[in-house]
């Protein structure tokens, strides 16, 4: 367990949202003249959009800048640019089971990005209240990513990939939607892998509009916060808009079954699974309840949301679950970012 190289004292955090317009200039220069060598932590430019409309339709006027960083990791003895994988944490923060992807990537040759969302904006989890950062600022988070490492010269923009963990796999999921990617990024760079490990997948940010990339979906069986099922579903859409997508199922495995720590229940966490699946189509904004057709008014969300939430999930490590999440996710990564992604 590397915590230390990840977590920075709150009060920093706090700091660092009190920074000046000057000071946020400079990192965003800093981020675009990435040495050959510059690895560790790496602070690039990001914003808070209040609304995932406000993201989408780009009202960037609604878009409050936000000062970020990652955890850059590069493999030993590359003499090419190598592939990278952005790394998106959960609702609990980075934790330590993050240490295991960070090494098991870099041991493949493949760099790895870690995404603080949460300590620059002066939080520590989301677990209990999601709405403590917008979805949409995860989002831009990951999106930004994407060019900051495209820039470095040890990276090969080609082969950047994106791995996401409960919240940060929906963030997986989401940059595949090309009308959100396209709202932040002006160019057509995109990420080559998309791999949601059991998402968020009953809010739904719709449009047909999908990359052409690979996403692979990794659920749980026995997972009770986000559901093996909705994920299953969200992919069928994905597969029915085009998306090369394929999912695989892991028997006995909890939502979180890579984490360092046994299973456990968490009495305070929340969960709108059993709200079913929502959906904004991106296109005219229409948000639908698809369990049972209504057309939702967003000034009734709240609502809708607080009459079917519930509290109460569990979490925690299954080892011959991770065991074959990781061979999987190394077999897959190796045959789409070494034999195809040149």
């Not at 995109?190 to 990339?213: D, E, M, R, T």
């Not at 079913?276 to 189509?281: F, K, N, Q, T």
Request: aromatic share 8%; with cysteine; net charge neutral.
């Amino acid at each position: 367990m590397n915590l230390k190289r990840y977590t920075q004292p709150l009060c920093a955090a706090l700091r660092g949202l009190l920074l000046t317009a000057g000071l946020f200039a400079v990192q965003t220069v800093e981020a675009q003249t990435l040495t050959a060598t510059a690895q560790g932590r790496i602070d690039y430019a990001s914003y808070t959009p209040k609304t995932m409309f406000d993201l989408a339709r780009e009202h960037r006027e609604n878009w409050a800048p936000q000062p970020v960083w990652g955890f850059l990791s590069l493999p030993a003895n590359t003499s090419q640019p190598a592939p990278a994988m952005v790394l998106m944490h959960g609702s609990g923060g980075i934790e330590a089971s993050m240490d295991q992807w960070v090494a098991t990537f870099n041991g493949m040759g493949i760099a790895t990005f870690v995404v603080s969302s949460f300590e620059p904006r002066g939080v520590i989890k989301t677990v209990d209240d999601q709405s403590l950062v917008p979805p949409a600022a995860t989002l831009m988070d990951g999106l930004l990513a994407l060019p900051l490492l495209a820039g470095h010269p040890a990276i090969d923009p080609s082969r950047i990939g994106i791995m996401g963990f409960s919240r940060g796999g929906a963030v997986a999921f989401r940059t595949a939607i090309e009308p959100l990617r396209k709202a932040v990024i002006k160019s057509d760079l995109h990420f080559a892998l998309h791999i949601p490990v059991y998402s968020g997948c009953s809010q739904v940010y719709w449009s047909p509009q999908v990359s052409k990339a690979s996403i692979i979906n990794l659920v749980g069986e026995a997972d009770d916060y986000t559901t093996a099922a909705a994920c299953e579903q969200l992919a069928m859409r994905y597969a029915g808009a085009g998306a090369n997508i394929r999912t695989i199922r892991y028997a006995n495995a909890p939502h979180s079954w890579d984490a360092t720590y046994p299973l456990q229940y968490l009495p305070q966490a929340t969960t709108a699974s059993p709200c079913g699946i929502v959906r904004w189509d991106i296109e005219n904004w229409q948000i639908t309840a698809e369990r049972t057709g209504e057309v939702l008014a967003p000034a009734k969300l709240d609502a809708f949301f607080n009459s079917c939430s519930k509290r109460g999930v569990h979490v925690g490590r299954n080892e011959q679950a991770y065991q074959r999440l990781r061979a999987d996710v190394m077999s897959l990564t190796r045959e789409i970012l070494f034999l195809h992604g040149r």
